[in-house]
């Protein structure tokens, strides 16, 4: 009889929790630069490549969202999933959701609050979220990531032909090698931006901030302006080589040497 109460105890308490998820798994053929689209408001999200023609969603969702789609193949997929209309400010919402493509996507997202994670991916990355974090660990030739209030964090090779990213609070860090070629531009209003590269990488810098610091480990030391409390920077290392332009309203910008 105990055990029995002790059951049933047991599959009471932890029938809200079952109750409560749905798991996702559903896949779609895609090409190897397939133009891939997710959005969604909030949940964790981890997108990774993988070695197959084809997009897989596997993970879990609370029954607070309305519905999950996932639709298209071959060149266009996209991903959504949608709150109830008009009520999603007053429900708690969860998603926690693995998302493998081939490495060479064209991958976009547009989020509120979910974190990011992106592994692993050669292609391009477009990120629009307001308070979402960001961490990308990958062999990318393009990015472009704006945001509100976020931390993001970058680790990328000398493939990265082109990065911009906005913030207007948060921090942005960027760990890796400039493309000979390439065209980098970061800003913030109030975030912190770190820009860590190798000391002697062919570049033409670019550098300001209106009542912010600069700290730069493997150059020059910035200018005060006469008048106003801005400063700046700009010098070259090398000749010929990647265009660097850094700017933040009162914000600390910092250049080291990886």
Do not use: Q
Not at 152 to 180: C, K, Q
């Amino acid at each position: 009889m105990k055990k029995a109460i002790l059951l049933t105890l047991c599959l009471l308490l932890a029938a809200p929790l079952l109750a409560g998820t749905r798991s996702i798994d559903e896949s779609r053929k895609a090409d190897p630069d397939a133009e891939v689209s997710i959005e969604l408001i909030a949940g964790k999200i981890h997108v990774v490549a993988w070695d197959r023609d084809e997009v897989r969603v596997s993970g879990t969702i609370n029954d607070e969202w309305e519905e999950f789609e996932m639709e298209g193949e071959g060149d266009d997929i996209s991903i959504e999933i949608s709150p109830p209309e008009g009520k999603h400010r007053n429900i708690e919402l969860e998603a926690d959701l693995e998302i493998s493509v081939p490495a060479g996507v064209e991958l976009s997202f547009e989020t509120v609050s979910s974190p990011i994670r992106v592994d692993g991916l050669r292609g391009s990355v477009s990120i629009e979220t307001v308070s979402g974090n960001v961490d990308i660990k990958s062999d990318l030739e393009e990015l472009e990531i704006e945001a509100i209030s976020s931390s993001v964090d970058i680790e990328a090779t000398s493939r990265l032909r082109s990065a911009s990213v906005e913030i207007v609070s948060g921090s942005v860090e960027m760990d890796g090698d400039l493309h000979p070629s390439g065209d980098y531009s970061f800003s913030a209003v109030s975030g912190t931006i770190t820009l860590r590269v190798p000391s002697n990488a062919a570049a033409d810098y670019e550098i300001e901030t209106f009542s912010g610091n600069i700290d730069n480990d493997f150059g020059p030391k910035p200018e005060k302006a006469e008048f106003l409390p801005s400063k700046s920077l700009s010098f070259s290392v090398g000749s010929g080589g990647a265009d660097v332009v850094i700017e933040t309203l009162n914000g600390t910008i910092r250049l080291e040497s990886n």
